[in-house]
């Protein structure tokens, strides 16, 4: 009997423990050797873990991650293609540190400067890309600086576009993370930042990723490394498990070795804590509302932003949904206005919120109005 009663009590504490929401993992910031890290979600921008993430620290050829993203954008736009060959220039030739030795006049095609870049770090590849989309660095080094702000990089300032060291050439851990998770809505990024080994040149020149965690990390997808005296040694890892990808950045670490430790050990307590849902916005009070006074009697609803939330792995089921939406609008109504939020809570934490917007104009009722209607059901006829 008594045998019995404590399978019983086990087996009541498996199913409490199973249904009870718990990390797999507490990190640390003594757990991170480098003095400056940043994890976070592409999607939504979270950060699930962070060392003095907004400390000015010098970056090294993670620069290069806004020169790549620039190229990617030039070329979604149209204002540039994979087959434009590149020119190679005095200034280009003169970078040293990271290169692929190119000769003034030499010529390779942006997909080839690309790979260099994103492969090899190549500082002279970088900076021919530059020149061929603004005609000089100093030029891409302004767009640079400009995209920086739109994306919210308050802490950072690039001299250049290679991330060699240049006094006042600096960035954040944090803002490092801003740039990567944009350029990583460009999927075909990875197909360069996934090489291990490649060749330029027809075959002549051999290049080899700087990115050793290609080769030991399940999952990694990039993104970009960067060693200098200033800078130390640095990373933006991003990898992608099971539906979800992260972005660890590791600034000025002590060693190449440290910086892969580090990536790793962030990327690490991301896949195992944290999960991402979506969810459907089917409510009702989210497709539609009334409006008083209008040429129609209601206004189309959405929800804006990513659809997605970033929660504890096993706390899916526990998250609450609050819709708070406006009973009516008074005509005239803009597309776009905001009518409501919705939010969501795990506890006594909101986890994610968006806005409801609607996503037509209703124009107030006035003769004018209901004569050009008028007008023009008639003229349809």
Same mark, same amino acid.
């Given at each position: ?31 991170? @050797? ?26 090294? @050829? ?191 670490? @002590? ?89 969501? @809570? ?36």
């Amino acid at each position: 009997m008594f045998k019995k009663r404590c399978i019983a009590i086990l087996l009541s504490l498996v199913v409490i423990l199973g249904c009870t929401s718990v990390s797999t993992f507490a990190l640390g910031e003594d757990e991170i @050797s480098s003095p400056s890290a940043v994890l976070m979600e592409p999607t939504t921008a979270k950060v699930l873990f962070e060392k003095n993430a907004h400390e000015q620290r010098a970056c090294a @050829s993670i620069t290069k991650v806004m020169t790549l993203l620039l190229v990617m954008e030039a070329i979604d736009e149209g204002k540039i293609s994979y087959d434009d060959v590149v020119t190679t220039s005095e200034h280009a030739k003169s970078m040293g540190g990271s290169d692929i030795w190119l000769e003034v006049g030499e010529q390779m095609t942006v997909d080839e400067m690309i790979k260099a870049t994103a492969v090899a770090s190549a500082n002279d590849a970088a900076v021919a890309l530059a020149e061929h989309l603004c005609g000089t660095e100093d030029e891409f080094v302004k767009l640079m600086n400009e995209r920086a702000k739109e994306l919210g990089m308050k802490n950072t300032v690039f001299k250049n576009c290679n991330g060699l060291d240049e006094e006042g050439h600096i960035t954040t851990a944090y803002d490092v993370a801003l740039m990567s998770v944009e350029l990583m809505k460009h999927e075909d990024i990875f197909n360069y930042t996934t090489i291990w080994l490649d060749t330029l040149r027809g075959g002549e020149t051999q290049i080899v990723n700087t990115n050793k965690l290609l080769k030991s990390y399940d999952g990694i997808t990039g993104l970009k490394t960067g060693t200098t005296g200033d800078a130390g040694s640095c990373i933006s890892a991003t990898a992608t498990r099971n539906g979800m990808s992260l972005c660890a950045v590791v600034l000025g670490a @002590s060693t190449g070795t440290e910086r892969f430790k580090d990536a790793a050990t962030l990327l690490d307590y991301g896949f195992a804590n944290y999960e991402i849902v979506s969810f459907d916005a089917t409510d009702s009070k989210l497709t539609e509302i009334e409006v008083k006074n209008g040429m129609t009697k209601t206004a189309r609803l959405e929800c804006s932003g990513a659809k997605n939330m970033v929660v504890n792995k096993g706390g899916a089921e526990n998250v609450e949904q609050i819709i708070s939406v406006k009973d009516f609008l008074e005509a005239p109504v803009k597309k776009g206005q905001k009518v409501g939020t919705l939010s969501f @809570s795990l506890g006594d934490e909101k986890v994610a919120s968006f806005d409801i917007v609607t996503t037509q104009d209703v124009k107030k009722i006035t003769f004018k109005a209901v004569f050009y209607e008028l007008f023009c059901a008639l003229h349809a006829l």
